[in-house]
């Protein structure tokens, strides 16, 4: 049977004309330059591909949207309708009726045309569009997975050339999910836990008990001797020779940990904030996903049980050809979907949610535009991204023009900044990509990048310390024989072993730095260093080390897990902006241009957080420091711990392969937490009613 694919054109890009015919610039995504061409696609596959159409009055528009956001301005938060949009920048339907002609006439069938003439798609071989465009689609392999793309820019021929910005889709790169497990260093990232085996309700794994004063612990094997001591972190993973991890008889126990809504709520002063009234009634929270759950509404409305919330209004917009694309749950969006839509109703019970899936995961800026231009709501979140300097440079421009008409009509659209830190090496991702770099869309000025922290509570849930996402892992102790039950009966590693190719070392952080392509916007201005657009702007709770619950039907059961990611953050920070709509009465528009500069309280800095018990070790006589133990290897050099001096480490025994490792908090690759804004956290994370009433006074 012959696959199918979509491609999109998008028009954002200058072009360039020549007598009839008009080259598409800069349309060839960065990563064939890092991958290895392994020849050309089948030509009789079926791939579908897509058209954006080019803006009108560009200038304008910019002019525009900066007014907009620039305060004391004439048309400061002074929003523009999507007809009045299209009526001054959209693409006319002649235009698009051109376009859509001339790719008829390539043998192409029309699959879609977008309402606001943004686009056209159409479906055909890859010989057809390898002819219709002038290009050659080959298949690629880059770190180990499989993808294609055009070698070279496309080419249209007759007028239909003028008013095409890009054509996307040749490439099926597309945007990955944001969220990580702390599973994932014992090569185990799926640990649901039947909740038929406990009374589902309330707190399940451990939440202020995770962080223990210091302890000792020696493992021995009858050749090495290793003696460590430093603080703890994790509930025991046995306890008088029973194990924890998903027994009925240790609930609110269950190591690692795991944090509950109200813990949350409680220690980001959210409590205040439902008091004074605002919950996000009246208000929707658009969320964006690629494929769906199938169990998705009724996993809302069990959490929804479970944790003591109103049900979640929920309403779930399919993009055509959802319902026939096989995709989904093999490449993980369930889970995705399912954490969006629980945590954004955690965080504002009150507030209708919208849920629009894509097709495809490289369509996704085609939900945004659908959302967009049917104003369903006044926030947007989208927990997912890909490496900017990997991507379609085409692609980029056209979606920064989709955010850019939301900004116009006061529409906030936020994005998870990542997982993998700087990018240049993520774990189990051998050779990383091989340079430092952002992430898309999170760098698009248009944007809200949202970047992670994790956080520790004391007993009262108030918060014990916060610091910038990033975790290293070294592993310091093998597999336990008896399986967990006798305690410490581990045989040492020796030496203690932090290599990322066997997924030690770095775990994950939150993205950030300066971006590739986007020039620094004017609400950035003295508030981060000199250079281009810096990510992210304002962070959050996404270390899944000091990670969320939440609840998925896995193979037909009801099961409870533990989960993080920047795919938290965003739709936490979107549900508080929808309430902060809410306040205010109206759509805030985008979030960016008010983080920065708030006035005090209203966000708490994020500042590097060490600790004078961090662990250290002494094996057969020799001492071994807590920085070595804190370093991360890397594929090519020492282990490091690049530009981190300052960070917080512990002992942690893990209940899923039941093994001994030295954690590390706040060691996020060559990415920082320093007082004020850093790419790691932004300008901090939101402090419940005083950032509410700040953002909408």
């Not at 290599?499 to 981060?528: I, K, N, R």
């Amino acid at each position: 049977m012959k696959k199918v694919l979509i491609i999109i054109f998008s028009v954002a890009l200058s072009t360039v004309v020549h007598a009839q015919s008009t080259i598409i610039t800069k349309n060839t995504p960065g990563f064939t330059k890092k991958a290895t061409d392994r020849g050309p696609v089948d030509p009789n596959t079926l791939i579908t591909v897509t058209a954006w159409l080019k803006l009108h009055n560009q200038d304008k528009l910019d002019a525009l949207v900066k007014g907009q956001y620039k305060k004391g301005s004439s048309t400061y938060h002074k929003w523009i309708t999507q007809d009045q949009f299209n009526a001054s920048y959209g693409p006319t339907s002649q235009e698009l009726e051109a376009v859509k002609s001339f790719l008829t006439g390539q043998g192409l069938t029309v699959v879609a045309v977008a309402e606001n003439n943004a686009y056209v798609k159409v479906s055909g071989t890859v010989g057809a569009i390898q002819k219709a465009f002038h290009v050659k689609i080959d298949s690629y392999t880059l770190n180990g997975k499989n993808y294609r793309s055009n070698k070279r820019d496309p080419t249209v021929n007759g007028q239909a050339g003028k008013y095409i910005a890009a054509i996307t889709g040749m490439d099926d790169l597309g945007f990955q999910p944001k969220f990580r497990w702390s599973a994932s260093a014992d090569g185990k990232p799926l640990q649901f836990r039947p909740l038929a085996k406990a009374s589902p309700r309330g707190l399940f794994f451990a939440g202020s008990q995770a962080f223990r004063a210091p302890e000792t612990h020696t493992f021995t094997d009858g050749v090495h001797t290793a003696t460590y001591t430093g603080n703890r972190y994790g509930t025991d993973i046995s306890v008088g020779g029973v194990l924890t991890l998903g027994n009925p008889a240790f609930l609110g126990q269950w190591p690692p940990q795991g944090y509950s809504p109200s813990e949350v709520r409680t220690a980001y002063g959210l409590n205040a904030v439902y008091q004074a009234g605002f919950d996000g009634t009246g208000e929707t929270i658009v969320i964006t996903d690629a494929y769906g759950s199938t169990t998705i509404a009724q996993d809302a409305t069990l959490f929804s049980s479970v944790y003591g919330l109103p049900p979640v209004n929920l309403t779930i917009v399919k993009a055509p050809g959802i319902s026939h694309n096989p995709h989904g749950v093999a490449r993980t969006w369930d889970v995705e979907t399912t954490l969006d839509v629980e945590w954004s109703h955690a965080i504002a019970p009150g507030a209708k949610i919208a849920l629009v899936l894509a097709t495809d995961h490289a369509s996704l800026d085609e939900a945004i535009n659908y959302a967009v231009i049917h104003g369903l709501g006044n926030t947007i979140s989208n927990s997912w991204s890909t490496v900017e300097g990997l991507g379609n440079p085409a692609q980029f421009s056209r979606d920064n023009r989709i955010l850019q008409m939301a900004a116009a009509q006061g529409i906030d659209v936020n994005f998870a900044s990542g997982d993998f830190g700087d990018e240049s090496f993520p774990p189990n991702f051998p050779g990383g990509v091989g340079f430092v770099s952002v992430d898309f869309p999170p760098s698009s000025p248009f944007a809200t990048g949202l970047g992670g922290t994790s956080m520790a509570l004391n007993s009262d849930d108030s918060i014990k310390f916060q610091t910038g996402w990033g975790t290293n892992l070294t592993r310091i102790a093998d597999i336990s024989p008896s399986g967990g039950t006798v305690l410490y009966d581990n045989p040492p590693v020796v030496p203690p072993l932090n290599d990322p190719a066997q997924g030690l070392g770095f775990q994950g952080g939150a993205g950030g730095g300066e971006s590739l392509t986007f020039a620094q916007p004017a609400f950035q201005h003295g508030f981060v260093p000199a250079g281009n657009r810096m990510v992210p702007d304002i962070g959050w709770l996404a270390d899944p080390f000091t990670g969320v619950e939440f609840i998925q039907t896995i193979d037909g059961v009801p099961s409870v897990s533990v989960i993080g990611g920047t795919s938290l953050s965003c739709p936490m920070f979107s549900a508080l902006m929808a309430i902060a709509a809410q306040k205010a009465g109206h759509g805030l528009g985008q979030a960016a241009p008010l983080v920065y500069g708030l006035p005090a309280g209203a966000v708490t800095d994020i500042i590097p957080v060490g600790s004078a018990n961090n662990a250290t070790g002494v094996i057969d006589g020799n001492p071994v420091s807590a920085d070595d133990l804190a370093k991360t290897g890397v594929f090519n050099g020492p282990p490091t711990l690049f530009n981190t001096t300052t960070y917080y480490s512990a002992l942690y025994n893990s209940p899923f392969s039941t093994r001994w490792f030295v954690i590390t908090f706040g060691t996020n690759t060559s990415l920082t937490t320093n007082p004020g804004w850093d790419n790691t956290t932004g300008v901090g994370t939101p402090n419940g009613l005083n950032f509410v009433n700040a953002i909408a006074p």
